[in-house]
Structure formats: structure tokens, C-alpha cells
């Protein structure tokens, strides 16, 4: 039997950004809802995959799995992991998964995606736009997720047809810390700011530059920043790099969505497409590294070299799920 996992982040979506800007807010009631429509499109299939969920502090995971057993219509069953109301808890499930699991279900924005991206391998990530900074979860209903997922998960449209492999970004940091390595899924920024703090990046001004492995003007942060430039698909090999400054100090300005109900004005000192593994380096006095829009890494006198990688996880495309499954005759009887 098919297993398809699910995996929902309570904390997604309603951090800071809804009081200093325009960020939408994505509470425990929607997300209930927006899995309860994932759980019924995986009924697409007859029979419908097995489901192992994610168990969290809200208990939204433990309720959908009570909630199944109860209509009896698929068989659902909890993770057997600890659960600590932190993105270790993704990171556990998504090591899991990725040995049980045909396809996986995820509702959260960019820092849970790339929580799940460090175990899930290879199985198809199938992900739902319910956090804050949104660039690579899919802006899509429940119910369409979980029948994408179902029909992946059991074979029935192939995988490797209907899915994208991510690039991602990683930075070597060689400060009075030691060495260490820090991983961003769609970009890798270096901040002039003195302390990680609240997490988000709220000020425009703060941005010195970075690498992102996709980008699009309708993207916010780094990889919008980067799009207005030019374009590059989550599949594309390489990325780009930015170097930025006060805009009337740089030879050429952007204006980009930053963050979620801010627009900015950019100085632009430096762009380019890199390649693969190639890198761009910052010397930095005293920074903070942010990861998808999320400050997590304080450095001090800092030798930092960051690149675009071509080995983060698999994405479903799901206009090309239905497409080819469409084209099959899957859903006529």
C-alpha cells in the first residue's frame, strides 16, 4: 500500500511580519481545514493511500489522525516521535518520512520547506502556501494537494514526470566561531544587523546582499530582489548573487517586495548568475545570516562563501499531475 506523509507546521504563518507589515496570517483553524481537504483528496484514489502525520504542539496532527480513524474512510496513523514545538519536529518527520513515505504533504512556508528539504531525499514533496515568505510552497486548495499527492504516491502518474528538483544555497562561515555551514532552500541572505532578534527581515536597508537559487519579481525577499534582474526557475542550473547598498550611493536601484506588505527601493552594487558551486564571498564584521527570510545566524568578523547547489528536494507540479493524469484517463470509470 501507497503511504503518503503529512506534515503541518502549526507555527507557520503567524510571526511578527502581521504587525509590522502585510503579511497574511495562517491560524490553527485554516490549517485544521486545509489538511482536513488534504486528507479528503487522497480519496481520489480508490483505495486511497495510507497517511502518516506529523504529531505537533497544537495537536493539529494528533486531532487529524482521531478525526480519520473515526470516518474509517483511510487508514491514518501518528509519527512515533517526541515533539518539541520547533522546527526539529519537521526535521524528525521528514527523516521519517523519507524511508516510509511515496509522497509527502506539507502545509508552511519557505523556513518549514527547507526544514523538511535537509531528510526527505527523494520522495516528492507536494507543498501548500501557509506561512509567511511563500516563494516555494504552491499557493493551492487542500483537496487538489492531497489528490496530486495520492496520485504520485501510488504510481498512477509517474514522478519523475511530474516533479522539479529545487536548487538550494549554502554558505562556509569561517569566523571567531569556527567553521560552520548554514543552508537556505530558495535564498541565503547577509544582514547588517548586530543580533538575530525577532528572526524577521523587516527592514529593507538591512539587506547587503547574498545568493538565491531561484527568482521572480512577484517573489518576496532576496529571490524577488534578485528577479527584478532576471528570472531564474527552481530548476535552473546555478543561481544568482547580490551585493547591495544604500540606494543613493549604488550605480543602479530596484524597486522590490522585501518582505510581505513592503516594497523597497534597493541600491544594486553587484549581480550575477553563478553556476553551480560557484561562489560569492562577503567579509563581514558583524552580521546576521538569514535563511528564507528568517535571521538565524549571528557572525563576527566573518569569511563567508556562499553557493547555489543543484540537490534540494523534488517539488510536485501539480498542473502537470492533472495534466497527465488527464491524458491517462485516470478519473473516468
Partial sequence: ???????VNPSAGRDIRRLTGGASVSDRYAKVQTARCVLAGLTTI????????????????????????????????????SVTGS??????????????????????????????????????VASISTGTNNVVPTAIDGTP????????????????????????????VDDNGGHRRFEGLAALSVLDRPFVGTRAVLDP?????????RASPGDVGLSGVAGTLGAIAPDDPGGAGLRLGPP?????????????????????????????????????????????????LEVHDAHVEVR??????????????????????????
Fill in 1 to 7: 500500500m501507497a503511504t503518503v506523509g503529512l506534515v
Fill in 46 to 81: 480508490d483505495p486511497p493511500p495510507d497517511v502518516l502525520v506529523m504529531p505537533d504542539k497544537a495537536n493539529v496532527g494528533q486531532g487529524l489522525v482521531e478525526e480519520a480513524v473515526e470516518a474509517g474512510e483511510i487508514d491514518a496513523a501518528l509519527l512515533d516521535q
Fill in 87 to 124: 522546527g526539529e519536529d519537521t526535521r524528525r518527520a521528514a527523516d521519517a518520512l523519507c524511508e516510509r513515505a511515496d509522497a509527502v504533504v506539507v502545509l508552511g512556508g519557505d523556513g518549514t520547506n527547507r526544514d523538511v528539504a535537509t531528510g526527505i531525499g527523494d520522495v516528492p
Fill in 145 to 172: 494537494a492531497g489528490a496530486a499527492a495520492a496520485l504520485v504516491a501510488t504510481g498512477r502518474v509517474p514522478a519523475a514526470d511530474v516533479t522539479v528538483r529545487h536548487g538550494t544555497v549554502v554558505a562556509a
Fill in 205 to 213: 536597508g538591512d539587506f547587503l546582499g547574498g545568493v538565491v537559487s
Fill in 248 to 296: 543613493d550611493d549604488a550605480p543602479r536601484t530596484v524597486r522590490a517586495m522585501t518582505t510581505p506588505g513592503v516594497v523597497g527601493r534597493i541600491g544594486v552594487r553587484e549581480h550575477r548568475r553563478l553556476d553551480d558551486g560557484e561562489a560569492m564571498t562577503f567579509d563581514v564584521p558583524e552580521g546576521v545570516l538569514s535563511a528564507d527570510g528568517e535571521r538565524e
Fill in 308 to 333: 547555489p547547489r543543484p540537490d534540494g528536494p523534488r517539488f510536485v507540479d501539480f498542473d502537470a499531475v492533472f495534466e497527465r493524469a488527464a491524458d491517462e484517463g485516470l478519473f473516468v470509470e
